[in-house]
């Protein structure tokens, strides 16, 4: 029995031996994807704000007392329609002073061009009828001298007369000049009517001024007034959002500037209306970086109406499509072995049952996966993990795997929880 027990211990030493050369034949077990083109799609994402046009702040442009509020806020008005309205007597009552001397100024202008012009006609031509007489009486007067039958005192005395007709026939016809279209009298008149309707137009306009109406179609935003309340030129009353194409307004980390250009789609939505995307495409990209934050302001337009739940300033979830390839062989981006500086990218290849190195040109890269453009061919079979080394035997496990999923639950690492809330994906 002795003599058996040297027997037994080389055979378990020779079956362990044979156990572990027939394990190391068989290699180490690993998961590989097998290559095949698939449609690859990049996105950015971050976050926006809701932004209009432009936004203005209205108010009185005269001094009074708040009668009524017209519109609340979130109300959409029409340019011209009324916001608030002053009191407003005292205003009326000033224009009703205007209205009254400008028609005083209107029948004067008016009496002067009428009966004020026919009378004075009548006074100048009544004024040449005694100038008139007045030189007839003077020479009667000298032939009554001269044939020497009255004195020639009498001479002086028709004489004086004929002067004192002839001042008033240049004074009837100054009246008659004055009053005529040109005249000063007319010329003053008009002045007179002009100042009153200048004053008239002033009065009309302070009334008018008594009511705020929106400059343009726009959304009240803010108010901040109240009946009763005493306001004053230059203060703001309501905010309000002119009516004009909805923006999204973004500040983008610098280092994703190269992926972005003007018209790229993207998809927006509202965290609070998950369910209700909508679409939009990149206007602007700033021609600036803010040294403050790194960042790029980025603008983007709605392709449809805005939906009704969007609010001014509310916070947006984008997604930009920075990059899309309809067939392209990609792999996960783990996959790729580790390089050191500016070494070409390298994968794991496993054929006839070992791992070879291959040298690949890349391409396209999101947040998970890469485009291979190179050295890759469709069917080949990839380590998902790139750290054995070539030439190791390995037991290949293929493993279902599409870009945006993790090609494993228990060996292949999440790279987009690697990475958190990046913005590229």
Same mark, same amino acid.
């Given at each position: 029995?002795?003599?058996?027990?040297?027997?037994? /211990?080389?055979?378990?030493?020779? /079956?362990? #031996?044979?156990?572990?050369?027939?394990?190391?034949? *068989?290699?180490?077990?690993?998961?590989?994807? @097998? %290559?095949?083109?698939?449609? /690859?799609?990049?996105?950015?994402?971050?976050?926006?704000?809701?932004?209009?046009?432009?936004? %203005?702040? =209205?108010?009185?442009? &005269?001094?009074?007392? %708040?009668?009524?509020?017209? &519109?609340?806020?979130? =109300?959409?008005?029409?340019?011209?329609?009324?916001?608030?309205?002053?009191?407003? @007597?005292?205003?009326? +009552?000033?224009?009703?002073?205007? =209205?009254?001397?400008?028609?005083?100024?209107?029948?004067?202008?008016?009496?002067?061009?009428?009966?004020? *012009?026919?009378?004075?006609?009548?006074?100048? @031509? $009544?004024?040449?009828?005694? /100038? *008139?007489?007045?030189?007839?009486?003077?020479?009667?007067?000298?032939?009554? &001298?001269?044939?020497?039958?009255?004195?020639?005192?009498?001479?002086? @005395?028709?004489?004086?007369?004929?002067?004192?007709?002839?001042?008033?026939?240049?004074?009837?016809?100054?009246?008659?000049? #004055?009053? +005529?279209?040109?005249?000063?009298?007319?010329?003053?008149?008009?002045? $007179?009517?002009?100042?009153? *309707?200048?004053?008239?137009?002033?009065?009309?306009?302070?009334?008018?001024?008594?009511? =705020?109406v929106a400059p343009a179609d726009a959304r009240v935003l803010l108010r901040q007034v109240e009946p009763g309340q005493i306001v004053q030129p230059g203060k703001a009353l309501m905010s309000l959002a002119l009516a004009g194409p909805t923006q999204l307004v973004a500040p983008v980390d610098e280092r994703f500037l190269e992926q972005l250009q003007v018209g790229q789609s993207a998809l927006v939505v509202a965290d609070a209306f998950a369910g209700q995307p909508f679409a939009a495409r990149v206007l602007s990209i700033a021609p600036a970086v803010d040294p403050q934050r790194g960042a790029i302001e980025v603008k983007l337009a709605l392709t449809a109406q805005p939906p009704a739940f969007l609010r001014e300033d509310m916070t947006l979830s984008v997604d930009v499509e920075t990059g899309r390839r309809d067939r392209a062989l990609v792999v996960p981006l783990g996959a790729l072995r580790p390089a050191a500086g500016e070494q070409p990218a390298t994968l794991l290849v496993v054929r006839d049952g070992r791992t070879q190195e291959r040298q690949v040109r890349l391409g396209l890269r999101t947040l998970d996966a890469v485009e291979v453009s190179e050295g890759l061919a469709a069917g080949e079979r990839v380590a998902l993990r790139g750290q054995l080394p070539p030439g190791e035997r390995v037991r290949a496990t293929v493993v279902a795997w599409q870009p945006g999923q993790q090609a494993s639950s228990s060996t292949h690492e999440d790279v987009g929880s690697t990475l958190g809330n990046a913005f590229g994906r």
């Open positions: 029995m002795k003599q058996r027990w040297p027997w037994i /211990l080389l055979s378990a030493v020779l /079956l362990a #031996a044979l156990a572990f050369a027939g394990y190391s034949m *068989r290699g180490t077990a690993i998961e590989v994807v @097998e %290559v095949q083109p698939k449609p /690859l799609l990049r996105t950015l994402r971050f976050s926006a704000r809701v932004a209009t046009l432009s936004r %203005v702040d =209205v108010g009185a442009t &005269v001094t009074g007392r %708040v009668a009524q509020v017209l &519109v609340d806020e979130g =109300v959409q008005v029409r340019r011209g329609q009324p916001l608030i309205r002053l009191e407003s @007597e005292e205003l009326r +009552a000033a224009l009703a002073q205007s =209205v009254a001397a400008e028609r005083q100024a209107q029948a004067r202008l008016a009496g002067l061009r009428t009966t004020g *012009r026919h009378a004075a006609l009548a006074a100048l @031509e $009544q004024a040449q009828a005694t /100038l *008139r007489a007045a030189q007839a009486e003077l020479a009667r007067q000298q032939q009554l &001298v001269a044939q020497g039958f009255v004195s020639a005192s009498r001479i002086d @005395e028709a004489r004086r007369a004929a002067d004192v007709a002839r001042a008033q026939q240049d004074n009837a016809r100054a009246q008659v000049q #004055a009053i +005529a279209d040109g005249g000063t009298d007319v010329a003053q008149a008009q002045a $007179q009517l002009a100042l009153a *309707r200048a004053a008239t137009t002033a009065a009309r306009a302070r009334l008018e001024q008594a009511v =705020v």
